[in-house]
């Protein structure tokens, strides 16, 4: 299983990142992903999650409105999408796959939110 994260970089308060996750190695079709965030001096926090097929979708309140989950499954991709961003959403974004009772991490893509 690989998860490669892209799309972090540097953007200022009411900005907008799109964020990727291209999977291999496994039947992506077939599992639901998350996106996952950390900030520094915090723990991780569980930030959207989608089903397999995409049909359903879950978000932490704080960002209820302004992020949007969504993936490709012919390019084996989960998106996330960050509007108005607020610099409380600084962090590293991981993605995120749970297949057999086991967790399976990408490296991770940092977002700075600054003016």
């Known amino acids: 299983v690989q998860l490669v994260e892209s799309g972090g970089g540097l953007v200022q308060p009411g900005g907008s990142l799109r964020l990727s996750c291209a999977a291999s190695?496994?039947?992506?079709?077939?599992?639901?992903m998350r996106w996952y965030r950390q900030a520094p001096g915090k723990d991780r926090e569980l930030v959207a999650g989608i089903t397999s097929a995409g049909g359903s979708t879950i978000y932490t309140d704080s960002v209820k409105g302004r992020f949007t989950i969504s993936r490709d499954n012919a390019k084996n991709t989960v998106y996330l999408q960050m509007n108005s961003l607020k610099p409380e959403d600084t962090a590293v974004y991981y993605c995120?796959?749970?297949?057999?009772?086991?967790?399976?991490w990408g490296k991770g893509t940092l977002v700075t939110v600054s003016s």
């Open positions: 995120a796959v749970s297949r057999y009772g086991m967790d399976y």
């Open positions: 190695g496994f039947t992506f079709s077939s599992y639901g």
